[in-house]
């Protein structure tokens, strides 16, 4: 029997809550813990960091497991300082797990690097200003400085952080964005004018069918599988494209429902289930459309009502005519073949489709880290364009944004191509010059630290180290920085790769309380739905030496920006005063105190979902692309004749015990995994053809066209129901794998779901 059999036959129940509790007693403090879950997501409560999924302020508990480790992981009783520090060197501490180095506590104090020690150091948070403002102002343009952002940081410090950024004169913004939903922004933007989802939380209630594209749920959003249970209990078709059975999405069994909980019972969620090649969605999504332009000219000769909406077409939409004829020319071959699925398949789903008035599409990275990316969302956009799904009820076009506060940091100016708009709106409120040339995004960044023409890095949050592609060369670009600069929670591998200068900047997290002289603090986050809404910790900081993200920002701009324009300390003292120039600067903040006094915040709206069309004609755009010629593998498979054996498409993405370079826990119970990340997905049939058994262990080499070596080893052979040709192991384990230049077009985004690779079998055993 293999190891695939023993899978789970549903998610969430039980299980859910027994995990929940494991993770919470694991914190070491939970009592503390419990009170926060109960307040999470809650009007008076703090925003869970878990992910961006929003909330209708109904129910009684409004987190989930994931969202509980999330919690538990913060707001642990550990802490380390001076001691752990002088005790380990930073050399001896590059050498353990990334596991161990976020287990180890809390930071709780500033900390600079001493080279001649190599011991990290306690520094006062003054002294640790002034060198940063030195090494900034030391710099010969402003361009050599890299600020980037993870998703987490709230409104107001990310709103502080590119004010200071481009009041210092730069618009080198990178940020997690760049390698998550990039092709998503892009894409939207240029086709409905506006770079979010078009969706409310409320739709999901009155969609017909919700089609989700490479998106695991279960795993990711848990609070988004109550949406789709309620969805699917009332009739609602869901369809899923997965290139993995996710379990989530076919049985799931809702926590807070006493019989789910205590039976085997479930609620089935999708109606129809396909599981495309890596990279196929296009050709898949390119298929529906074909069937239906095909039915429609059926049903016009018939002189039957039209499928389409032409109507909605002619009056709101701009290149149709182009479009079609793509489509036409796209043979059922090619997207068969391409897809990966059959055009039985295909049609089914485009019945499903056509046979629903009201029809929601979400979806993850299994669109948006491919070459194809940007395309492959035109291609969605289209199709909800033909039938008219944007724009009314129960319909629209949802990208489930990961961190809790990615799109808040966009809309507060987290962006390298700032809008033309943007800029004069910052400049005319501040009244001083803006950057006005395309700053670095993550790719650009770490090739300018690479060849040392950007010298200072600044992260507020995250873990650019272990999340970036090409592990080995973002490494060396951070090493090449002259100051490594980290704002965090936890201790990581991002805080050890040091050139000459480096400081450990402790913040207080959400679950925290912050106090200023004005009073406690709250912030404000904005969710997957344009809801902005307020966020108050609850707990007392875990250690004296912290300070906000906000403050910290606010003191390196009070250092650096001589004659600044303003007192960033009015700033600290109360956060309404940054709200203030929020309101003056960004569109749709207008009474933002008052209005985030307000259960569940407000909506700052958005314009296709109102039918309006910010693109350059006003209309919103049909996209007529050809599909790839070619996918990566087959691409290279035909260009590098040194790869004689067989090519396979690697996606790198996160198990159940994750978040994101932060493990919890070893195991992927979902995937029937438990204790082991080192894992390799493989079709049984490709597995044999290799000569490969169950817990065989092989290493993977990935190919690019270049002449670099990529390869990691140790992985564990495991069977499982994947496409053949097509492979999945764990990120952050396989970036080494992702070459820094295989990027999306127009995204720049790694392309961590469609990676070259080979399997070699090993003889060796692993060295633990
Ligand atoms: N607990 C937890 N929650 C999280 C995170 C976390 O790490 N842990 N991370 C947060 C962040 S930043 C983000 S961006 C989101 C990520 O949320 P997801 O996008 O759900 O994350 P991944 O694990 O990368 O999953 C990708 C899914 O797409 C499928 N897939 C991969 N490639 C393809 C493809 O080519 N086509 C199709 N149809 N399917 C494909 C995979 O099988 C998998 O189910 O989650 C957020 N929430
Ligand atoms: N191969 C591959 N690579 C990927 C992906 C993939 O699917 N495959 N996914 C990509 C995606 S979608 C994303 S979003 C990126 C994620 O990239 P990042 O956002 O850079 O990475 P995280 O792992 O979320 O960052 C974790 C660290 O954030 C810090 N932190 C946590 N909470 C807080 C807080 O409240 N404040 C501050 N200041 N710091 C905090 C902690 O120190 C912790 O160690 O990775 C990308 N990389
Ligand atoms: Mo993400």
């Given at each position: 029997?293999?190891?695939?059999?023993?899978?789970?036959?549903?998610?969430?129940?039980?299980?859910?809550?027994?995990?929940?509790?494991?993770?919470?007693?694991?914190?070491?403090?939970?009592?503390?813990?419990?009170?926060?879950?109960?307040?999470?997501?809650?009007?008076?409560?703090?925003?869970?960091?878990?992910?961006?999924?929003?909330?209708?302020?109904?129910?009684?508990?409004?987190?989930?497991?994931?969202?509980?480790?999330?919690?538990?992981?913060?707001?642990?009783?550990?802490?380390?300082?001076?001691?752990?520090?002088?005790?380990?060197?930073?050399?001896?501490?590059?050498?353990?797990?990334?596991?161990?180095?976020?287990?180890?506590?809390?930071?709780?104090?500033?900390?600079?690097?001493?080279?001649?020690?190599?011991?990290?150091?306690?520094?006062?948070?003054?002294?640790?200003?002034?060198?940063?403002?030195?090494?900034?102002?030391?710099?010969?343009?402003?361009?050599?400085?890299?600020?980037?952002?993870?998703?987490?940081?709230?409104?107001?410090?990310?709103?502080?952080?590119?004010?200071?950024?481009?009041?210092?004169?730069?618009?080198?913004?990178?940020?997690?964005?760049?390698?998550?939903?990039?092709?998503?922004?892009?894409?939207?933007?240029?086709?409905?004018?506006?770079?979010?989802?078009?969706?409310?939380?409320?739709?999901?209630?009155?969609?017909?069918?919700?089609?989700?594209?490479?998106?695991?749920?279960?795993?990711?959003?848990?609070?988004?599988?109550?949406a789709l249970r309620s969805a699917a209990k009332k009739g609602c078709k869901i369809v899923s494209f997965n290139n993995l059975k996710e379990v989530?999405?076919?049985?799931?069994?809702?926590?807070?429902?006493?019989?789910?909980?205590?039976?085997?019972?479930?609620?089935?969620?999708?109606?129809?289930?396909?599981?495309?090649?890596?990279?196929?969605?296009?050709?898949?999504?390119?298929?529906?459309?074909?069937?239906?332009?095909?039915?429609?000219?059926?049903?016009?000769?018939?002189?039957?009502?039209?499928?389409?909406?032409?109507?909605?077409?002619?009056?709101?939409?701009?290149?149709?005519?182009?479009?079609?004829?793509?489509v036409a020319q796209t043979s059922w071959s090619k997207i068969e073949s391409q897809s990966g699925l059959t055009q039985a398949e295909i049609e089914?789903?485009?019945?499903?489709?056509?046979?629903?008035?009201?029809?929601?599409?979400?979806?993850?990275?299994?669109?948006?880290?491919?070459?194809?990316?940007?395309?492959?969302?035109?291609?969605?956009?289209?199709?909800?364009?033909?039938?008219?799904?944007?724009?009314?009820?129960?319909?629209?076009?949802?990208?489930?944004?990961?961190?809790?506060?990615?799109?808040?940091?966009?809309?507060?100016?987290?962006?390298?191509?700032?809008?033309?708009?943007?800029?004069?709106?910052?400049?005319?409120?501040?009244?001083?010059?803006?950057?006005?040339?395309?700053?670095?995004?993550?790719?650009?960044?770490?090739?300018?630290?690479?060849?040392?023409?950007?010298?200072?890095?600044?992260?507020?949050?995250?873990?650019?180290?272990?999340?970036?592609?090409?592990?080995?060369?973002?490494?060396?670009?951070?090493?090449?920085?002259?100051?490594?600069?980290?704002?965090?929670?936890?201790?990581?591998?991002?805080?050890?790769?040091?050139?000459?200068?480096?400081?450990?900047?402790?913040?207080?997290?959400?679950?925290?309380?912050?106090?200023?002289?004005?009073?406690?603090?709250?912030?404000?986050?904005?969710?997957?739905?344009?809801?902005?809404?307020?966020?108050?910790?609850?707990?007392?900081?875990?250690?004296?030496?912290?300070?906000?993200?906000?403050?910290?920002?606010?003191?390196?701009?009070?250092?650096?920006?001589?004659?600044?324009?303003?007192?960033?300390?009015?700033?600290?003292?109360?956060?309404?005063?940054?709200?203030?120039?929020?309101?003056?600067?960004?569109?749709?903040?207008?009474?933002?105190?008052?209005?985030?006094?307000?259960?569940?915040?407000?909506?700052?709206?958005?314009?296709?979902?109102?039918?309006?069309?910010?693109?350059?004609?006003?209309?919103?755009?049909?996209?007529?692309?050809?599909?790839?010629?070619?996918?990566?593998?087959?691409?290279?498979?035909?260009?590098?004749?040194?790869?004689?054996?067989?090519?396979?498409?690697?996606?790198?993405?996160?198990?159940?015990?994750?978040?994101?370079?932060?493990?919890?826990?070893?195991?992927?119970?979902?995937?029937?995994?438990?204790?082991?990340?080192?894992?390799?997905?493989?079709?049984?049939?490709?597995?044999?053809?290799?000569?490969?058994?169950?817990?065989?262990?092989?290493?993977?080499?990935?190919?690019?066209?270049?002449?670099?070596?990529?390869?990691?080893?140790?992985?564990?052979?495991?069977?499982?129901?994947?496409?053949?040709?097509?492979?999945?192991?764990?990120?952050?384990?396989?970036?080494?794998?992702?070459?820094?230049?295989?990027?999306?077009?127009?995204?720049?985004?790694?392309?961590?779901?469609?990676?070259?690779?080979?399997?070699?079998?090993?003889?060796?055993?692993?060295?633990?």
């Amino acid at each position: 029997m293999s190891k695939a059999d023993n899978l789970p036959t549903k998610a969430g129940g039980i299980d859910s809550l027994k995990s929940t509790l494991k993770h919470i007693l694991k914190s070491q403090q939970p009592q503390t813990n419990l009170k926060n879950l109960l307040i999470a997501n809650k009007d008076k409560g703090f925003d869970c960091p878990g992910c961006a999924w929003g909330d209708n302020q109904h129910g009684f508990l409004h987190f989930c497991e994931n969202g509980a480790k999330a919690i538990a992981w913060e707001s642990t009783s550990k802490t380390i300082g001076e001691a752990f520090f002088a005790k380990h060197s930073v050399s001896a501490l590059l050498k353990q797990s990334d596991y161990w180095l976020e287990y180890q506590g809390r930071l709780a104090q500033p900390l600079k690097y001493n080279s001649k020690s190599d011991h990290y150091e306690p520094v006062s948070w003054p002294e640790a200003f002034a060198l940063i403002a030195k090494h900034l102002n030391d710099l010969s343009s402003p361009d050599e400085a890299e600020f980037y952002t993870s998703g987490r940081a709230s409104n107001e410090a990310s709103f502080l952080y590119q004010l200071f950024g481009r009041l210092f004169g730069t618009n080198n913004f990178p940020d997690c964005s760049n390698m998550c939903h990039e092709a998503s922004g892009f894409a939207l933007t240029k086709t409905i004018g506006i770079g979010k989802g078009t969706v409310v939380l409320d739709d999901f209630d009155e969609a017909d069918a919700i089609f989700v594209f490479g998106q695991n749920p279960g795993t990711n959003h848990p609070r988004m599988m109550n949406a789709l249970r309620s969805a699917a209990k009332k009739g609602c078709k869901i369809v899923s494209f997965n290139n993995l059975k996710e379990v989530a999405l076919e049985r799931f069994a809702s926590p807070q429902d006493p019989l789910e909980l205590l039976t085997p019972s479930a609620t089935k969620i999708s109606h129809a289930y396909f599981t495309p090649k890596l990279g196929g969605d296009m050709a898949a999504i390119r298929g529906m459309v074909k069937t239906i332009l095909d039915a429609n000219k059926i049903a016009l000769a018939a002189g039957k009502p039209q499928i389409i909406k032409q109507e909605f077409i002619d009056l709101h939409c701009d290149n149709f005519a182009e479009y079609a004829a793509v489509v036409a020319q796209t043979s059922w071959s090619k997207i068969e073949s391409q897809s990966g699925l059959t055009q039985a398949e295909i049609e089914q789903a485009a019945h499903v489709y056509m046979n629903s008035d009201n029809v929601i599409c979400t979806w993850a990275m299994g669109l948006t880290q491919h070459k194809h990316s940007v395309a492959t969302i035109e291609e969605l956009v289209n199709l909800q364009l033909l039938r008219g799904n944007i724009g009314k009820k129960g319909a629209g076009l949802c990208p489930v944004r990961g961190h809790s506060n990615v799109q808040g940091n966009r809309t507060m100016g987290i962006n390298e191509k700032p809008t033309p708009q943007f800029l004069q709106s910052m400049a005319s409120v501040t009244k001083q010059t803006m950057p006005q040339n395309t700053g670095h995004n993550v790719y650009h960044a770490l090739k300018a630290l690479c060849n040392k023409q950007s010298k200072v890095l600044i992260c507020l949050g995250g873990n650019l180290a272990q999340a970036a592609a090409d592990t080995e060369y973002t490494h060396q670009a951070i090493k090449n920085s002259e100051l490594n600069v980290q704002i965090s929670t936890k201790l990581n591998r991002s805080h050890l790769l040091i050139g000459k200068d480096a400081l450990i900047l402790p913040c207080l997290g959400r679950t925290e309380k912050d106090h200023q002289v004005s009073g406690e603090q709250v912030i404000t986050v904005e969710d997957t739905f344009s809801m902005v809404h307020a966020s108050r910790g609850q707990v007392e900081p875990i250690s004296n030496h912290l300070l906000s993200e906000t403050a910290i920002v606010a003191n390196i701009a009070q250092a650096t920006l001589k004659n600044s324009v303003y007192n960033w300390q009015s700033f600290i003292d109360d956060y309404a005063n940054i709200r203030l120039l929020i309101e003056s600067s960004i569109p749709g903040f207008k009474d933002f105190e008052e209005k985030i006094r307000k259960p569940g915040g407000f909506y700052l709206g958005n314009s296709a979902a109102q039918l309006q069309w910010q693109t350059s004609n006003k209309k919103a755009q049909f996209s007529a692309n050809n599909l790839p010629d070619k996918l990566i593998a087959e691409q290279l498979a035909s260009t590098k004749s040194e790869s004689r054996k067989e090519l396979f498409t690697l996606q790198s993405l996160r198990s159940h015990d994750q978040y994101n370079t932060t493990i919890y826990g070893m195991n992927d119970r979902y995937r029937g995994v438990s204790n082991e990340r080192k894992v390799l997905f493989i079709n049984e049939k490709d597995a044999k053809k290799q000569k490969l058994k169950e817990d065989d262990l092989v290493s993977i080499t990935s190919i690019w066209f270049d002449n670099e070596t990529r390869t990691v080893s140790d992985f564990k052979v495991r069977y499982y129901d994947i496409p053949k040709g097509n492979l999945a192991a764990y990120y952050p384990e396989t970036n080494p794998l992702v070459p820094i230049d295989s990027i999306g077009d127009n995204s720049y985004t790694p392309t961590s779901k469609a990676i070259a690779v080979t399997l070699e079998k090993q003889t060796n055993q692993r060295i633990i």
